[in-house]
């Protein structure tokens, strides 16, 4: 009973220093007259779930781009995948909104060196509005290197309509990126039996191919 009574003491500062932190960086933040980047990376890594998805909408409306910053950014990115939650047999994910909200802000500063990262996120992501914000990010990045994966994405969805949001924010990954291995997997979305606007933007991506 005494060792019970130890661990659940034990559990219960833990929350509460966990809580005081949180609490202390976000009212450090509310203190500060010129919140600067540095500031808000701070709020990204030791913040509220709340307070996080503010730190990565200030990060990109600052137009912060050091490597400080894409590291954040990736933390924000991979924030509930490592330890996901699982209720009647399915994945429930708290932190989807924050890692498409990185996401974006990724595809914004648009650095080559995060696509593994976002390689990683679309292919293993367990929610379709975060693997779409990620194919989009991925297509403004622009590097021949992502048509192969944004393909295999297409090739493995669902042409029922689940995934249909995935499928077009792929489509419009591969015209923003205009590489001719596109070209094939457009045409065959434009054969396919898909929705029409999904064809309409195949057939916009295959005006970007570039020869």
């Avoid at 010129?34 to 996080?52: I, N, Q, R, T």
């Avoid at 781009?65 to 995948?81: C, M, N, R, S, Y």
């Avoid at 994405?153 to 291995?181: F, H, P, Q, Y």
Wanted: net charge negative; proline share 2%.
């Amino acid at each position: 009973m005494k060792k019970i009574l130890l661990i659940l003491f034990v559990f219960t500062l833990f929350c509460l220093s966990t809580v005081y932190a949180q609490e202390s960086v976000e009212q450090y933040l509310l203190n500060l007259q010129e919140p600067k980047a540095e500031d808000y990376v701070k709020l990204l890594y030791e913040g509220s779930h709340e307070s996080k998805l503010i730190a990565v909408a200030k990060l990109q409306e600052m137009g912060a781009k050091d490597q400080e910053v894409i590291d954040a950014l990736v933390f924000g990115l991979q924030q509930g995948t490592l330890f996901v939650k699982r209720e009647a047999g399915r994945v429930i994910n708290d932190y989807w909104d924050l890692r498409a909200a990185s996401a974006n802000a990724l595809g914004s500063i648009a650095d080559p060196s995060t696509l593994p990262h976002l390689h990683v996120a679309l292919r293993y992501d367990h929610d379709i509005h975060v693997k779409s914000s990620v194919a989009t990010a991925i297509g403004k990045i622009g590097q021949s290197e992502s048509v192969s994966e944004l393909t295999r994405v297409i090739e493995i969805s669902s042409t029922s309509g689940s995934d249909d949001i995935l499928i077009k924010a792929c489509v419009v990954a591969l015209g923003e990126i205009g590489d001719k291995e596109g070209f094939v997997p457009l045409v065959e979305i434009m054969r396919g039996k898909y929705r029409r606007d999904i064809k309409l933007a195949a057939r916009e991506s295959l005006k970007k191919i570039h020869w």
